[in-house]
Structure formats: C-alpha cells, structure tokens
C-alpha cells in the first residue's frame, strides 16, 4: 500500500485528521481538522507512474477546497448571526453547514465530482477516497441530521442517482463509486435513526469494498470485460468477486443485506413508510446491473467444461477467500449468533 516512508508519513497525519475533528468541540477545530485530513491525502494521490492521478488530485483539491473554504465562511457567518442578531434558525443554519459537508463526501447532487476523481486513482487510493475519507464528514453531518424535507430529499436522492447512474458502467471504479453515492443514501437515513447504527452500516460497507479491491488489484482488472478474458477459466475467483459484488449491492442472503435490513425495519417502526418504499424500490435497480453481470459471467461467457474444477493455486489468495467467505456466510452467522 504504500511503497515510502512519505506517504506513510501523509497516512499517519491523515488519521490524525480525522481524530481532531471526531474530538472536537468547535465547528472551527473540526475544520482544522478537515483541512489536515485533505493536505495528507493529495500527496498520497500522486502517483508518477499513472498521467491521471494528477488530473484527479486537482480535480479533488479544487471542489474540497471550495468546500472547505464554504464550510468556514458559514461556520463564521453562524456565529455572528446567530450569538447578536439571532436572525439564523437552527432549522435553515443546518442546513448550510451541512451542504458543503455533503459535497465533501460526494452526495448526491454534489457528486459530479466523484467519478472522475475516482477514475485516476490507484485501487487503494480508491479505497481510502470511497471509506477513510468520509468519515469525518459523515461524524460532522450525523451532528446535524434529522429526517425532514432536506435531508429526505437528499436521502432519496443518494440512492436513486447510484442507482441509476451504475446502470450501464462497464468501469468496475465507477460502479463503485455510484454504489457508493447509493450508500450514502442508506447512512444518512441511518443516522437519523441511531449513532451506532450508521457506524455499523459503514463498517460492513468499508468491508465489502476492501474485498472487492482486493480481489481484483492482484489482477490489475479495471473493466467489466476484462474479468470475462483474465479468470474466465476460473470459477472460484469468479465467485469470489461477484459474490462480494451482490453483497456490496445488498442481495439476500449476502452480509451487505444484514445493515438495510436493520435500517427499514428501524424506519418502519418509526413510521417511516413512504421514505423506506422508496429506498427499497431504487435499490431493486442496483441489484438489476449487479445480477446482470454476474449472469452474463457465470452462464453465458463461461467455457470451462462443467467436470473440470481445477484452480491454479498461485492466483488463490487465501485471504480473499476468507473475506468473500465473511462476506456470503455473515448473514447467516449473525442471525444464528443473534438467536442463539
């Protein structure tokens, strides 16, 4: 993951971003905090072997600045406001720190950003840009959020651009990333409900997508088409990575089902029909493009004769098969462990 001391260097400040904004007490300490976060990660986006990562890193230093530099001037015009003239409700002053906090995390509308950013970046940056770096946005926006019109809106929103927007993705990057714009949507309705329950779903969430990239970094795969030609003879890395898709995507009896589970039935018992029925139908559209794939892969462009289950043993990795075991398997094992 990181091949100098530099960058392992810039991870360590990174961390220590996150935790400076996690403790704060102050919206203008969680800035700092912010700020630290994102002058750690540029350098590590740079990469002198790929010509894209410095399109992406400029791509992101600009809308994170612009969002930061948002965040401060309303965090400043809220505490004037505010402490003398009163004018600013705490209904619509939530709202305006929370807009640019939804722009640093890629939400939907905000997220036009996202894709291409995520396009020139190597696979572990990716994994830290799609999980590490939401979460002090995520802690900062779980301050502010309640289930109204707003942040319905958003909620909705989230979930039906990632849905649509990865209907027709061949690039394994982008379809990950409009998975993760889908996410967001369930973590925000899940952060109006309970603490414990946002942070549970974006721990299971952080979990399916390392096994996904690590699966597919060893094979240096970036498009759909591409699993079709390099493990097309391969059943159990087949399985492997597109059982951890349809997890990431939700589909029973995978882990990725266990957290929305939780969450509709956490908005049904709080009267939250019409917000859950909607979130349940787009996600239908999510698990469409991921079944759609993984037919194509398992029964159309499949040539390796049905008696033959041969596996060459230096592409197993036995710590992917462990992780898409968690994957298929954690489903079942909570709900045994839960009723045991």
């Not at 961390?15 to 704060?24: F, K, P, R």
């Not at 909705?156 to 993760?180: D, P, W």
């Not at 398992?298 to 043993?313: A, E, G």
Request: proline share 3%; glycine share 4%.
């Amino acid at each position: 993951m990181f091949n100098s001391s530099i960058k392992m260097m810039f991870f360590i400040t990174l961390i220590s971003g996150i935790l400076i904004t996690i403790s704060s007490n102050s919206w203008f300490s969680a800035w700092m905090g912010l700020e630290i976060n994102l002058l750690s990660f540029i350098p590590m986006m740079s990469n002198n072997e790929n010509v894209y990562t410095s399109e992406a890193s400029l791509k992101y230093f600009l809308v994170q600045a612009l969002a930061s530099l948002t965040l401060l001037f309303i965090i400043i015009s809220k505490a004037l406001l505010e402490s003398v003239f009163s004018i600013m409700s705490s209904f619509f002053s939530n709202i305006m720190v929370a807009i640019p906090l939804l722009m640093k995390t890629g939400a939907a509308p905000l997220h036009w950003w996202f894709p291409s950013v995520m396009e020139g970046l190597s696979w572990m940056n990716c994994f830290i840009l799609m999980t590490i770096q939401k979460i002090t946005p995520l802690v900062l926006i779980s301050y502010l959020i309640n289930l109204n019109l707003f942040f319905s809106l958003m909620i909705i929103l989230s979930i039906l651009i990632g849905s649509i927007g990865g209907y027709n993705q061949t690039s394994i990057r982008k379809i990950l990333t409009y998975s993760s714009i889908n996410h967001l949507g369930w973590m925000f309705s899940a952060m109006s409900m309970s603490e414990n329950m946002w942070m549970m779903y974006f721990t299971i969430y952080s979990l399916l997508t390392f096994t996904v990239i690590y699966i597919v970094k060893p094979l240096q795969i970036s498009f759909i088409n591409q699993t079709f030609l390099i493990i097309k003879d391969d059943k159990i890395m087949k399985f492997m990575l597109f059982s951890s898709l349809l997890s990431l995507g939700g589909l029973p009896p995978f882990l990725g089902f266990l957290p929305k589970w939780i969450i509709i039935q956490s908005l049904t018992y709080n009267s939250h029909l019409w917000i859950s029925s909607i979130m349940v139908i787009l996600s239908l559209i999510t698990l469409y493009y991921y079944l759609r794939l993984s037919y194509s892969s398992f029964i159309m462009l499949n040539s390796q004769p049905s008696w033959s289950w041969s596996i060459s043993h230096d592409k197993l990795n036995w710590l992917s098969v462990g992780l898409m075991s968690l994957s298929v398997l954690g489903l079942t094992g909570c709900t045994v462990t839960i009723n045991y």
